[in-house]
């Protein structure tokens, strides 16, 4: 999960697929969450990871400053039991988090598609 802290200054950028790159028209003062792959998972799809980006702003000047976080390396990630029933499987199979952030190394934006296509955990990192 990002979360951005919005001033007057225009940088944010979300991807479409029809689309394309997006531009976020900033909020002063509002907070822009947007949610990432391992919320993705273990929500099976209900949240969608949103690609986004920030762009350099050559008029005002931004802060920017990331903190990244993950489970330990050994723990499981999959969908929530309590979302996955006999009518809406399981959409990604269990890998643990050590897998994921080697499969995003490699397949960036289609690691999501990747994990869920694939038929082997063995093919996993």
Known sequence: MTILYQNNTAGLQVFRDDVGWIT???????????????????????????LHR?????????????????????????????????????LYPSLTWKQYPATKAFHFNQSLSFIRNCPSLDQIS
Do not use: C
């Open 54 to 90: 920030a762009r350099v702003n050559h008029i005002r000047s931004r802060f920017s400053m990331a903190y990244l976080w993950g489970p330990p390396s050994e723990q499981m990630i999959s969908p929530l039991p309590k979302l996955v029933d006999p009518l809406q499987s399981p």
């Open 24 to 50: 976020v028209p900033p909020v002063p003062g509002s907070l822009v969450v947007n949610v990432g792959d391992l919320l993705h998972i273990l929500t099976n799809g209900i949240f969608q990871s949103v």
